[in-house]
């Protein structure tokens, strides 16, 4: 722990940031590895349904307050009062959360059999609670990070996904049910995942406010009145500052969650007609194992990309080392998994059937390791340079061309499932292309007017120097 504050005092980080780095990548990688034991366990069918609800799932999760984390810690770490600024963004997103809870109940029904498959109807609502718990979890996230202390968030990723994994995990095992109703009982367990972490911020949040209320009863007691009286103002916010911040963040981040809906409902129904209920077993086979391993080298990279790169271009040509560092670790990857599919599909998904289909899928799919590690370096460069937004927009453009080749591609009898391995392909691509030119273009920029403003150095200097002589 010594070792970690000395790390954030050297680079001037918030207090828990190098503490949060590391558990960003503890999370990503139990949740990943959480996936291998799932599908063995449930098989490529029931894996199929557990993956078809977390598109619409993430979507809801979006809309009730994906921007609230990052919209409070700005409104309160720039002044306003982190108290009232808790309760009225808990006020209002509690509601959506709530609203979007009850759509996710009342309608999976519906949303499952537009999907493609009416036995995700008791997954939907398993899970539903968990739009309203998160909600109101990432407002205190936003609190405490506002305080610059990102330890609560971090720990509280934690306890979700261990949580999660352990009681997903042992209702798989044990419970002497169908594999359907055990994929029902591993949403159930993303909810009381949830339960936890509310509670786990509740009572860290009274705790705060009993050590505030000390130390603000102590300090005024030295106080004289006219001194009691401003201390402790803070700007209160409105309802419209909460929105302002919050909106655009949503909107930003509805891309990618919005392509994997369209990933769900368009492979499902389309692969049905040429291989009926199997079409569900087939996605559950992308979703469930292909993606796991495609994910797991860009959960350790963006460590890198997140940490690394801030201190990295600062220094010249840090865009370029950046993402050569990338390009070099992501390729090793991918070569592996290019090379021995076989050795992983035997290692980690030796419960599941249509190994061979599964290998090739593995196979086809491991450029894309290199294109989604890229792309999260390049966003991440976009964001050093303050063009977070520009990012978002590229990304949102990748999306939409994945939807677009989902339709082209997973008709074609020769093509079907594997269209949408093409579809992520064709997605990194073009966000990651996108996002190098605009790169390219902001350094250019720079470097001009570097150019220019040495060049007007040197004439000032030469000017003074021909004065003196003279």
């Not at 996936?35 to 799932?57: S, T």
């Amino acid at each position: 722990m010594r070792v970690i504050q000395k790390v954030e005092q050297r680079f001037g980080a918030a207090e828990g940031t190098m503490l949060g780095m590391i558990c960003v990548v503890i999370v990503k990688a139990i949740g990943a590895l959480y996936k291998i034991p799932l599908c063995n366990l449930l098989g490529g069918y029931a894996v199929g349904l557990y993956q078809m609800i977390f598109p619409v799932f993430s979507i809801m999760l979006v809309l009730s307050g994906s921007g609230v984390p990052l919209a409070l810690t700005k409104l309160i770490s720039s002044g306003y009062d982190g108290k009232e600024t808790l309760k009225k963004s808990l006020l209002v997103f509690s509601a959506c959360g709530l609203f979007f809870a009850f759509v996710l109940f009342f309608f999976g029904k519906n949303i499952a059999q537009l999907q493609g498959n009416i036995q995700a109807e008791k997954l939907y609502k398993a899970i539903s609670p968990s739009v309203f718990l998160v909600s109101q979890i990432a407002c205190f996230r936003g609190y405490f990070q506002g305080k610059s202390n990102l330890k609560p968030t971090a720990f509280s990723q934690v306890i979700e996904q261990v949580v999660k994994c352990v009681i997903g995990t042992i209702a798989a095992y044990f419970l002497p049910v169908s594999n359907v109703e055990k994929a029902f009982y591993a949403c159930v367990a993303v909810t009381v995942s949830e339960v936890f972490a509310l509670v786990y911020f509740i009572v860290l949040y009274i705790k705060k406010l009993k050590k505030e209320s000390a130390k603000k009863s102590n300090i005024q007691t030295n106080l004289k009145k006219d001194e009691q009286d401003a201390f402790g103002q803070k700007i209160i916010p409105t309802y419209k500052d909460i929105f302002v911040y919050v909106l655009p963040l949503t909107l930003t981040a509805l891309s990618l969650p919005i392509a994997a809906i369209g990933d769900s409902f368009i492979a499902i129904n389309v692969l049905k007609k040429s291989f009926g209920e199997r079409a569900t077993e087939l996605y559950g086979l992308y979703g469930g194992a292909v993606e796991t391993i495609i994910g797991l080298p860009s959960a350790a990279l963006m460590c890198f990309a997140t940490g690394v790169l801030p201190k990295m271009n600062k220094e010249k040509n840090g865009d370029l080392i950046a993402f050569k560092v990338t390009f070099v670790l992501s390729a090793l990857c991918a070569v592996f998994v290019a090379i021995f599919p076989s050795f992983i599909v035997k290692l980690l998904f030796g419960g599941l059937k249509n190994k061979e289909l599964l290998i090739k899928m593995l196979r086809v799919s491991a450029i894309n390791i290199v294109m989604l590690c890229l792309l999260q370096t390049s966003s991440a460069v976009m964001l050093s340079k303050g063009k977070q937004k520009v990012s978002c927009i590229f990304t949102a453009v990748g999306a939409g061309f994945k939807i677009l080749l989902d339709f082209l591609l997973i008709p074609l009898p020769k093509i079907n499932i594997f269209g949408l391995i093409i579809s992520d392909f064709g997605c990194y691509f073009l966000a990651l292309s996108l996002n190098i030119l605009y790169i390219y273009k902001v350094n250019t920029v720079k470097r001009k007017q570097s150019y220019e403003n040495n060049a007007d150095r040197f004439g000032r200097r030469l000017g003074r120097s021909i004065d003196k002589s003279t």
